[in-house]
């Protein structure tokens, strides 16, 4: 399906892989595409996202207030050793039922945090995404898939959380349909 992508919709896919990579996320979920549209200024989804005031900023923006608090921080040795737990001998203990360096390969002590190289994989609503930007395209009548395919495909509902924070925005599947047969901003194709 790839080779059907224009250049500007491929370098929309790599961004979203970067950002992924960068947020030390295990997979690149339908927001990490989002956010690849809103970098990919000069394409046609792009300015299509701009003239909703949809940005890169914007989309940070609604992942942060719609992300968990962070957890509590976890008290310090002096705090825990006052209420006469001594951290040392629970390490010990634990190394002694689990094997040396058992803390260490926790998801907690940061393991499997970090994909800084490797294969990233796409979760369900970003391969849907993509899925569905084929199917707009074909549904166009266009030949390949550019960047306003790939925010097509976003739109619809069962894509996650791209398709909430653009709904959130007013941005519709309908809208975006509407304005790209009046013309709108952007390239042809891209």
Sequence with gaps: MFERFTDPARRVVVLAQQDARERADQSIGSEHLLLGLCRAS???????????????ATVEEDL????PPDPP???DRDALASV????????????DAFGPGALESTRAAGRGRK???GHTPFEAGAKKVLELSLREAIRRGDRSIGSEHVLLGMLHRETGRAADILHGRGVTLDGIRAALDDGAPGAASG
């Excluded at 942060?64 to 992300?67: E, K």
Aim: charged share 30%.
């Design 42 to 56: 000069d394409t046609r989804g792009a300015a299509l996202l701009a003239t909703h005031s949809v940005t890169a």
């Design 64 to 67: 942060r207030r719609a992300a």
């Design 73 to 75: 921080e976890l008290p």
């Design 84 to 95: 006469g737990i001594d951290l040392d001998e629970v390490r010990s203990r634990i190394e």
């Design 115 to 117: 994909r800084l190289w």
